[in-house]
């Protein structure tokens, strides 16, 4: 069995989630409180990160290794292209929303909002999240200018870094701090990768305590 060492409203656990669901592997699912640093976790993953996935005998960290494993192994639904210049792009919108993206508007917007919450660290700090928010204009700009050019993200087939994207927009959206009406190609984008089936068991999530924005409009005030 395969088995995933994850946190729920993590970007990058979500990005092998997303692989791993696209591919029709069965994964068990094992929540990690990684900032506790418990003993046993980190001989999974002496760095101390999730997501941390068991297979094929082995114990692999660092989501961009994992997704190109699987992809390399389990060739049904190809996420990465066969040309090198079209996996080179990939690569790079990969790494412009696993390093860019999160470091100016994920890490900034859901550390404050969601993960200070959960860890009990205290009341979010509006600056930071004034930034996430500001940031974020610019890259859901920049989506869309490479939507006007293609059909997805890095070309004209579906990819990793498709992936990647929604993963972090998939968080935020949790929490409704994305502005879909601000470029209307990015919106059909995230409309059309989130029908897919790989999607539903992200779209089931829920932290204690703090439901889907979604939802918020069906509570009783």
């Not at 696993?98 to 994920?106: G, L, P």
């Amino acid at each position: 069995m395969i088995r995933l060492y994850h946190v729920a409203l993590s970007p990058f656990c979500r990005k092998v989630r997303l692989t791993l669901a696209e591919k029709k592997l069965e994964v068990e699912l094992v929540e990690e409180r990684y900032w506790e640093q418990q003993p046993d976790f980190l001989r999974r993953n002496p760095a101390g990160k999730v997501p941390v996935l068991k297979m094929d005998g082995m114990m692999m960290a660092e989501s961009q290794a994992i997704c190109e494993y699987i992809d390399e192994t389990h060739t049904d639904a190809p996420l990465m292209p066969r040309d090198p210049a079209a996996r080179y792009e990939v690569r790079r919108l990969c790494a412009w929303f696993d390093d860019k993206f999160n470091a100016e508007v994920t890490a900034r917007i859901m550390g404050e909002r969601v993960w200070k919450k959960v860890r009990k660290e205290g009341y979010p700090d509006s600056k930071t999240v004034k930034a996430g928010l500001t940031a974020i204009k610019y890259h859901l700009d920049y989506m869309g200018w490479l939507l006007e050019q293609r059909r997805w993200l890095a070309g004209d087939v579906m990819t990793l870094a498709d992936f990647s994207a929604a993963a972090h927009l998939s968080c935020l959206d949790y929490i409704s701090d994305v502005d879909w009406n601000r470029q209307e190609a990015v919106k059909d984008w995230y409309a059309k990768i989130k029908s897919r089936p790989a999607f539903r068991s992200l779209l089931a999530d829920q932290l204690p305590g703090m439901p889907p924005a979604s939802q918020y409009a069906e509570l009783d005030f």
